[in-house]
């Protein structure tokens, strides 16, 4: 009997049951099944558990409430609901199209390596702005091509960092970053911001022909993207420990979504981007004869903010959190992407399309770029910021944003 006692003493501790509990989860991939007799069964997740939990993750969120807008911008193209109706649905229907891309997106770069992963996120990071590029490359509507893409650089530097840092400067007094990794990006933007600025010049020029103007331009965006391609290398290879943040965390998150699934959540969510951003596109030129809203506005201001309005809410809830290292590497990285990937991306569709889609801007589009992005490198060269600097940011998109009312249609 002493012995058998000895035996019970030395056997391993069980895990006590808690009848409100039910069962007791191991970690993220097993769990203990515990029936009335106090058996544990260890029984693993399905695959299909996981897709469906992965689903919800993307599907069941605020903004995709929005998502009813989708058949109701198609609806207003198809039963001709005039051209505020169309532009309006379709605008908010784009919207949380975007974040489920986006989500889709770091689902399927979460199964593959960095390299990869960052081209991923480079390519369909960026998808509403390429897809709304290539709608309207299409429609010959290249001035609003250009004022989108150059809007899309302006709301990221001005209106989602301004905001971010207002968001945190109403938890702590100081914001300190990583202002290594974000001043490499300001590099970028500023050879980028160089480069957009030399077609722009060389148009002005006497005897400037307009064919040559288009050759410069397609020479300027083969050499933008190898050093896009050589900033990839720099930032997710050889110097990724420059881009790492202190709020990062090295634990891996469970891949809930196959390949497969999230390969097939990504092409359902492109093509109804790919839809309704036609639809958005091919009714810009109405909205603005029927009730005289400029298109310099349309396109510097409204087209950027509904293809960026997902990240600017993510980056503006990471600031606020204390992240900020996060919020920048959206704001700053998306205007990377945009300067030395899509606007390469667009002169060269245009290209393919005998479109006159080329560097050539205007003096008032070129100058506010090239201003706000020396503006952003003298808030980020400290590595500290705080909610005046947001203001001040905010303010300059203000005075870009009234400009736009007040330039004629046809200025290109």
Same mark, same amino acid.
């Given at each position: 009997?002493s012995?058998?006692?000895?035996?019970?003493?030395?056997?391993?501790?069980?895990?006590a049951f808690? *009848?409100k509990?039910?069962?007791?989860?191991?970690?993220?991939?097993?769990?203990?099944?515990?029936? @009335?007799?106090?058996?544990?069964?260890?029984?693993?997740?399905?695959?299909a558990?996981?897709?469906?939990?992965?689903?919800?993750?993307?599907?069941?969120?605020?903004? @995709?409430i929005?998502?009813?807008?989708?058949?109701?911008?198609?609806?207003?193209?198809?039963?001709?609901?005039? *051209?505020?109706?169309?532009?309006?649905? &379709?605008?908010?229907?784009?919207?949380?199209?975007?974040?489920?891309?986006?989500?889709?997106?770091?689902?399927?770069?979460?199964?593959?390596g960095?390299m990869?992963?960052?081209?991923? &996120?480079?390519?369909?990071?960026?998808?509403?702005?390429?897809?709304?590029?290539?709608?309207?490359i299409?429609?010959?509507?290249v001035?609003?091509?250009q004022?989108?893409?150059? %809007?899309?650089?302006?709301?990221?530097?001005?209106l989602?960092?301004?905001?971010?840092?207002?968001?945190?400067?109403?938890?702590?007094t100081?914001?300190?970053? @990583?202002?290594t990794?974000? %001043?490499?990006?300001?590099?970028?933007?500023?050879?980028?911001?160089?480069?957009?600025?030399?077609?722009?010049?060389?148009?002005?020029? *006497?005897?400037?022909e307009?064919?040559?103007?288009?050759?410069?331009?397609?020479?300027?965006?083969?050499?933008?993207?190898?050093?896009?391609?050589a900033?990839?290398?720099?930032?997710?290879?050889?110097?990724?420990?420059?881009?790492?943040?202190g709020?990062?965390?090295?634990?891996?998150?469970?891949?809930?979504?196959?390949?497969g699934?999230s390969?097939s959540?990504l092409?359902?969510?492109?093509?109804?981007?790919?839809?309704?951003?036609e639809?958005?596109?091919?009714?810009?030129?109405?909205?603005?004869e029927?009730?005289?809203?400029?298109?310099?506005?349309i396109?510097?201001?409204?087209?950027?903010?509904?293809?960026?309005?997902?990240?600017?809410?993510?980056?503006?809830?990471?600031?606020?959190?204390?992240?900020?290292?996060?919020?920048?590497?959206?704001?700053v990285?998306?205007?990377?992407?945009i300067?030395?990937?899509?606007?390469?991306?667009?002169?060269?569709? %245009?290209?393919?399309?005998?479109? *006159?889609? @080329?560097?050539n801007?205007?003096?008032?589009?070129?100058?506010?770029q090239?201003?706000?992005?020396?503006?952003?490198?003298q808030?980020?060269?400290?590595?500290?910021?705080n909610?005046?600097?947001?203001?001040?940011?905010?303010?300059?998109?203000?005075?870009?944003?009234?400009?736009?009312?007040?330039?004629?249609?046809?200025?290109?």
């Amino acid at each position: 009997m002493s012995d058998i006692a000895e035996r019970k003493s030395t056997r391993a501790p069980t895990q006590a049951f808690n *009848p409100k509990r039910g069962a007791v989860r191991r970690d993220s991939t097993f769990k203990l099944v515990v029936s @009335n007799d106090l058996t544990a069964v260890p029984q693993q997740r399905s695959w299909a558990s996981k897709q469906v939990e992965g689903l919800k993750d993307i599907i069941i969120q605020p903004i @995709n409430i929005l998502l009813v807008f989708v058949p109701l911008g198609i609806c207003s193209a198809k039963m001709e609901w005039g *051209p505020l109706s169309t532009f309006s649905c &379709n605008f908010m229907a784009i919207v949380p199209l975007a974040a489920v891309l986006g989500a889709s997106t770091e689902a399927l770069a979460a199964h593959t390596g960095q390299m990869i992963g960052g081209l991923l &996120n480079a390519t369909f990071g960026n998808a509403v702005e390429m897809l709304v590029t290539v709608s309207a490359i299409r429609a010959n509507l290249v001035a609003v091509v250009q004022q989108s893409l150059i %809007g899309s650089i302006l709301s990221n530097l001005l209106l989602v960092m301004g905001m971010a840092f207002i968001a945190s400067g109403m938890v702590q007094t100081t914001s300190v970053f @990583n202002s290594t990794g974000a %001043g490499t990006s300001m590099s970028c933007l500023v050879l980028a911001s160089l480069a957009l600025t030399l077609p722009t010049v060389f148009a002005h020029m *006497p005897e400037a022909e307009t064919h040559d103007s288009a050759h410069l331009s397609r020479i300027i965006s083969v050499i933008l993207a190898f050093v896009y391609c050589a900033f990839l290398v720099f930032q997710l290879r050889t110097h990724a420990e420059l881009f790492t943040g202190g709020e990062e965390d090295d634990h891996e998150p469970e891949k809930l979504l196959s390949v497969g699934t999230s390969v097939s959540v990504l092409f359902a969510t492109t093509c109804a981007v790919a839809c309704c951003s036609e639809i958005l596109v091919d009714s810009i030129q109405g909205l603005s004869e029927t009730y005289g809203l400029p298109q310099s506005f349309i396109g510097l201001i409204l087209l950027p903010i509904v293809g960026n309005a997902a990240e600017h809410a993510t980056a503006v809830t990471a600031a606020r959190k204390g992240m900020m290292d996060l919020a920048l590497g959206i704001a700053v990285g998306s205007s990377t992407q945009i300067a030395l990937f899509v606007v390469p991306c667009a002169v060269m569709f %245009g290209w393919a399309w005998e479109q *006159p889609m @080329n560097l050539n801007f205007t003096v008032f589009e070129t100058t506010c770029q090239m201003l706000t992005v020396f503006l952003v490198s003298q808030v980020l060269a400290h590595g500290e910021t705080n909610w005046l600097h947001g203001a001040m940011l905010m303010t300059v998109y203000a005075f870009i944003a009234v400009q736009t009312l007040f330039i004629p249609n046809g200025v290109h």
